[in-house]
């Protein structure tokens, strides 16, 4: 079965930019109609999504966030990936990334998720 | 924007007991892309419900989802030790706030 794993520093310094992956395996990135976001949880708050894409490159963003954020996916490594730019300690949080199936005006469901990985920004 | 409003916040229950909890929509939605998701401490969500009463694979008949519009619900028949955990709702990219269902 498709499972998902985040990887990345877990330590960012204020104004830098976060990066992330999200590694696929059990199946392709490519196959089925599916959106692959990444989704955020500050600590003991709620999810907040930050943003999505296709595989073919086709991005969509949170628009509190989209100033900073970029997503892209690499289908030859199975791998999708975020990087948030200038970040501040408002951005520590528990990021995942989801495989959300593609319906005709967005996202139905987030089917699989990720573990989760816990991004602090400090100095 | 649609925003998604949870309640309660907090449900205080004992195994055994009903669970009623409510999403509400500022506006109009379409039930095809109402989803809920249960999340333990320390865990990632998981996906409960899909199409506002669609369960997902592998979840008890126990948990069951319904409403249309503005208002939808998630019903847990009979609380098992398990089933004490934070629950979202959500619409596309949206999600609720939250109700955390915890032990009387």
């Known amino acids: 079965q498709v499972q998902l794993q985040e990887s990345g520093p877990g330590l960012v310094k204020p104004s830098q930019t976060l990066s992330l992956t999200c590694t696929v395996s059990g199946g392709s990135i490519s196959s089925g109609s599916y959106y692959w976001s990444w989704i955020r949880q500050p600590a003991g708050k709620g999810l907040e999504w930050i943003g999505r894409i296709y595989t073919s490159g086709s991005t969509n963003y949170n628009p509190s966030l989209k100033s900073r954020v970029t997503i892209s996916v690499d289908t030859s490594k199975n791998q999708f990936s975020l990087k948030l730019s200038s970040v501040t300690a408002a951005d520590t949080a528990v990021y995942y990334c989801?495989?959300?199936?593609?319906?005709?005006?967005?996202?139905?469901?987030?089917?699989?998720w990720g573990q989760g990985t816990m991004v602090t920004v400090s100095s | 924007e649609i925003v998604l409003t949870q309640s309660p916040g907090t449900l205080s229950l004992s195994p055994g007991e009903r669970a009623t909890l409510s999403c509400r929509a500022s506006q109009s939605v379409s039930s095809s892309y109402l989803a809920w998701y249960q999340q333990k401490p320390g865990q990632a969500p998981r996906l409960l419900i899909y199409?506002?009463?669609s369960r997902a694979t592998g979840i008890p008949d126990r948990f069951s989802g319904s409403g249309s519009g503005t208002d939808f619900t998630l019903t847990i028949s009979r609380l098992e030790p398990e089933d004490f955990a934070v629950y979202y709702c959500?619409?596309?990219?949206?999600f609720g706030g939250g109700t955390k269902v915890e032990i009387k």
């Open positions: 989801a495989r959300g199936e593609m319906a005709t005006i967005g996202v139905r469901a987030f089917d699989i």
């Open positions: 199409g506002a009463s």
């Open positions: 959500q619409h596309l990219w949206a």
